[in-house]
């Protein structure tokens, strides 16, 4: 009799254990998901506080003062930069190139032929910034690309339209502009706003503005406004963009783009 009522004051004993820990389950599940996951909304009312509200000229001088508050990278410490915040989702070893949609070994960076190097979304020439700390190493727009593919693309301006090419991923090139491939045509955009709001001429660096134009050569604009937002509304931001975005800020630069949070603050202010 004793050796039963043991065995059922242990039962017992599992069976409350196990109660505890289901209604403490809920409890903890929740903790993590409120932890790990972060939505632009949550932003609004901390990081864009100044700037929520507003619209043109307003809008653009909060967004300008908010993001300026960043850390800056060396142009060496961009390579290794770039291997996290473009990794492909699907092969930790490798990144995505930006225009070709290539997935490319991380390893594989550098000047040669078959490598991938660092490619200024808004060309260096197109204020002389170069590849000096500031303009010159904002990860927020500089994106890992084959080298070929990054010589065809140069320095040109935006715009629909042209012929591909090889590794073109579905981008096109003509004389005067550069069409990305459909699936970051918004990416693009939102990158070439962001450092027309973050650059604005009050550092030592060229007041940078998007402009109607093409074959802007090395004035301080880049073209053309219409298709960048046009772009911009029919690609919007998905989950690689915004976790590139999330990682800059964490990580890197502690400075967010805000027109992957808000990508209607293109209209608000063009």
Do not use: C
């Not at 000096?132 to 070929?148: C, F, K, N, Q």
């Not at 604005?200 to 060229?206: K, L, N």
């Amino acid at each position: 009799m004793l050796a039963i009522r043991t065995r059922r004051r242990k039962v017992t004993a599992l069976a409350t254990a196990a109660v505890l820990a289901a209604l403490a389950a809920p409890s903890l599940t929740a903790t993590s998901a409120t932890a790990t996951t972060t939505t632009a909304s949550d932003y609004d009312s901390t990081y864009y506080e100044d700037a929520v509200g507003k619209t043109g000229d307003s809008l653009k001088s909060a967004l300008h003062t908010i993001i300026s508050d960043q850390t800056k990278l060396s142009y060496s410490a961009v390579w290794d930069a770039l291997k996290v915040t473009d990794q492909d989702p699907a092969d930790s070893g490798n990144v995505i190139l930006l225009y070709s949609g290539i997935s490319r070994s991380k390893s594989l960076n550098g000047g040669d032929t078959g490598d991938w190097n660092r490619e200024h979304v808004w060309a260096k020439s197109h204020g002389d910034f170069g590849t000096a700390t500031g303009p010159g190493t904002d990860i927020h727009h500089l994106r890992p690309e084959d080298v070929r593919v990054n010589g065809v693309r140069g320095n040109k301006d935006f715009d629909n339209g042209g012929s591909g090419f090889t590794d073109s991923g579905g981008s096109l090139t003509d004389s005067d502009s550069f069409e990305p491939r459909d699936a970051v045509k918004g990416d693009v955009a939102r990158m070439i706003f962001y450092m027309a709001v973050r650059y604005e001429g009050g550092d030592g660096w060229a007041d940078l503005e998007v402009n109607g134009s093409v074959d802007n050569g090395s004035s301080p604009y880049i073209g053309r406004l219409d298709v960048l937002k046009q772009w911009n509304a029919e690609d919007p931001p998905d989950a690689f963009e915004e976790r590139r975005n999330q990682v800059i800020y964490d990580d890197y630069q502690h400075n967010r783009n805000p027109f992957i949070d808000h990508p209607e603050w293109v209209e608000a202010i063009w």
